[in-house]
């Protein structure tokens, strides 16, 4: 069975830093891009990043450029989302998204609150 | 990128009636790089359709897409009491992945 298991979320003071994880299992990770995208509380989806199957390429949105760092470690079938100098509007639930020639499979998402 | 406008914002219906849902993009597709979800309160989204027709693994046939272009369209055949949710469409035609607003189906 594909899984995706999304973790590291929880309380964060504004400027503070997070490292979401999404480990995979039931199928090749190394194949599959993965993109993590957010919804804020009773909000909409939004996308924040990819990475292609080596990590080699990597791509935000605007919002978190500079900020936030996706990265991948195939060995452990698992990818990252290092989130910085976070603020208040990047509270949301993160999904990881796997991906190859459509997304086909979404975790249960981690909640991110930035609050003080 | 490509903004994709999903009408109506809710859709009030009554199980056993058919539902149609639009999502309109802002420039054409070089494919049908279109995907329909479906999401429940607390849950993620479930992909119900991808390449703008084609089913996904266990969806009922009675969720079908069309569309091609910048008109794409969500149709329900017969409300279940289950297919009451929020409904997005997603473009994975270019970089960055967008998505419309959701329309909401409720009774």
């Known amino acids: 069975e594909v899984q995706l298991v999304e973790s590291g979320g929880g309380l964060v003071q504004p400027g503070g830093s997070r490292r979401l994880s999404c480990a995979a299992s039931?199928?090749?990770?190394?194949?599959?891009?993965i993109h993590w995208v957010r919804q804020a509380p009773g909000k909409g989806l939004v996308w924040v990043s990819r990475?292609?199957?080596?990590?080699?390429?990597?791509k935000y949105a605007d919002s978190v450029k500079g900020r936030f760092t996706i990265s991948r470690d195939n060995a452990k079938s698992t990818a990252y989302l290092q989130m910085n100098s976070l603020r208040v509007e990047d509270t949301a639930v993160y999904y990881c998204v796997r991906d190859w020639e459509w997304p086909d499979h979404w975790g249960q998402g981690t909640l991110v609150t930035v609050s003080s | 990128e490509i903004v994709l406008t999903q009408s109506p914002g809710t859709l009030s219906l009554s199980p056993g009636e058919r539902a149609t849902l639009s999502c309109r993009a802002s420039?054409?597709?070089?494919?049908?790089?279109l995907i329909w979800y479906q999401q429940k309160p607390g849950q993620a989204p479930r992909l119900l359709i991808y390449?703008?027709?084609s089913r996904a693994t266990g969806i009922p046939d009675r969720f079908s897409g069309s569309g091609s272009g910048t008109d794409f369209t969500l149709t329900i055949s017969r409300l279940e009491p289950e297919d009451f949710a929020v409904y997005y469409c997603?473009?994975?035609?270019?970089?960055?992945?967008?998505f419309g607003q959701g329309t909401k189906v409720e009774i």
């Open positions: 390449g703008a027709s």
């Open positions: 997603q473009q994975y035609d270019s970089s960055p992945w967008t």
């Open positions: 039931g199928f090749t990770f190394s194949s599959y891009w």
């Open positions: 420039q054409s597709f070089r494919s049908n790089y």
């Open positions: 990475i292609n199957t080596d990590g080699s390429s990597t």
